[in-house]
């Protein structure tokens, strides 16, 4: 019975069976071992795989080593998902039989590192690390937007046409914000009445008074530290701009971007504190409670990116100094149109303190032309005095002889 039946269980085994695909022979004319380690690099860009491309040229993979890789490999090299390491095993297949053009343009779909992979977009990759890296709320790196701009290889015209426009910016806001808080608290604090002692009935407006008048203050101080800065920048010259941003303009003008933000959230908190002094002090507590909450968002949000301006750029007062950087631009030697022999890639207290040598030669040069100057016109004078007394000298000569020829004359008679 059983020999009977075993021919039967034989035939349905063998029906199951797959038949094996014959594999492909490789393409005519390519050998996949004679590819060197930049073209292994070339064709793993091209399909999509820059980063791994650049560990594999790093390693010197070639090849001769790519069709024993395996996954583990491939692991090694920086591929971390099964996934993607089944899809550039697929790849290797297809180049074992269809070869390899260089250059060519490849039909493959788009690289994994800007496909929906490893928990999202790159796109929302960045956006969460900023959001972790300021808090809840993005900030604006002032130092890194202008060290980015002095070091990008541009031409020194287009840096400062774009330093340009952000000075008007700057100035154009600022007068409209001028323009706004100034009257507006005037006609707000108006209706202030005081008592018999001179203290403010509404010590709510009073506030608001002195803080409008604080803000002003900031704003016009703004508006004259941006003056000075857009001269500086303007009057630099083409050759020495680099030096300039690197020693001067990259500090300066970051503290004036981050007082510049400050003054815009600022403006925020005294809009939420001029509708407080608009309230009248007998308002419904909701009233108060809703303007409280208004005030303590204003006042987080300001304290938050101010704070977090400062802590990604540094404050160390480069705006108090504007008045000796002036000096220093006029005497170093930034306004020439020959490059000063200083590499703008030094540190900046190294380039300031260059800087600093060459201004100080020239006012130490121009102290002693003065001295030198000074002591040509004492001689002068000395010898005009000298001078002088010859010529008393010759008229005492002369007085004696008329002296002499009147006794003579007498003693004849």
């Known amino acids: 019975m059983v020999a009977a039946c075993a021919p039967l269980v034989e035939q349905k085994r063998r029906k199951g069976l797959k038949r094996a695909r014959p594999r492909k022979k490789p393409a005519a004319g390519f050998d996949l071992a004679a590819l060197s380690p930049v073209e292994v690099e070339e064709w793993l860009k091209s399909i999509g795989f820059a980063k791994v491309a650049e560990a594999a040229r790093s390693r010197g993979v070639c090849g001769l080593a790519l069709p024993h890789l395996g996954h583990s490999g491939w692991e090694e090299l920086g591929i971390a998902s099964a996934v993607d390491r089944a899809k550039i095993m697929g790849y290797l297949a297809e180049l074992e039989e269809n070869g390899y053009e260089k250059n060519a343009a490849s039909s493959s779909p788009p690289p994994p590192d800007s496909a929906e992979t490893h928990g999202g977009s790159a796109w929302r990759r960045l956006k969460q690390r900023v959001r972790r890296m300021d808090i809840a709320v993005p900030v604006d790196h002032k130092k890194l937007w202008f060290e980015k701009m002095a070091r990008s290889g541009k031409a020194p015209e287009e840096i400062k046409d774009s330093l340009a426009a952000q000075m008007d910016s700057y ?35 009073f506030a608001y008074l002195v803080f409008s008048a604080f803000f002003s203050f900031m704003l016009y101080a703004h508006f004259g530290w941006s003056h000075i800065a857009s001269v500086m920048v303007a009057d630099v010259s083409n050759a020495n701009l680099r030096v300039y941003m690197e020693s001067i303009g990259i500090p300066v003008l970051t503290e004036l971007g981050m007082l510049f933000a400050m003054n815009f959230f600022c403006f925020f908190f005294w809009v939420i504190f001029t509708m407080v002094a608009l309230i009248s002090e007998d308002a419904h507590w909701i009233v108060w409670l809703i303007v409280g909450f208004g005030v303590g968002f204003a006042s987080w949000l300001a304290v938050h990116f101010i704070s977090k301006v400062m802590a990604r750029s540094g404050f160390e007062h480069h705006l108090t100094a504007c008045p000796f950087y002036l000096r220093l631009q006029a005497h170093a030697g930034l306004f020439s149109n020959d490059p000063i022999p200083i590499d703008p890639s030094l540190p900046r207290r190294t380039l300031l303190e260059l800087l600093s040598q060459r201004a100080l030669q020239e006012l130490d040069g121009k102290q002693e032309e003065a001295k030198d100057h000074g002591d040509g016109s004492e001689h002068r004078e000395e010898a005009e005095d000298h001078g002088d007394g010859s010529e008393h000298r010759e008229e005492g000569a002369a007085t004696a002889r008329e002296a002499d020829d009147v006794l003579f004359h007498a003693v004849s008679v």
């Open 171 to 205: 100035n154009l806001l600022t007068l409209l914000l001028l323009a706004t808080v100034i009257p507006t608290a005037t006609g707000v604090c108006q209706e202030m009445r005081w008592d018999d002692q001179g203290w403010p009935l509404s010590r709510t407006r």
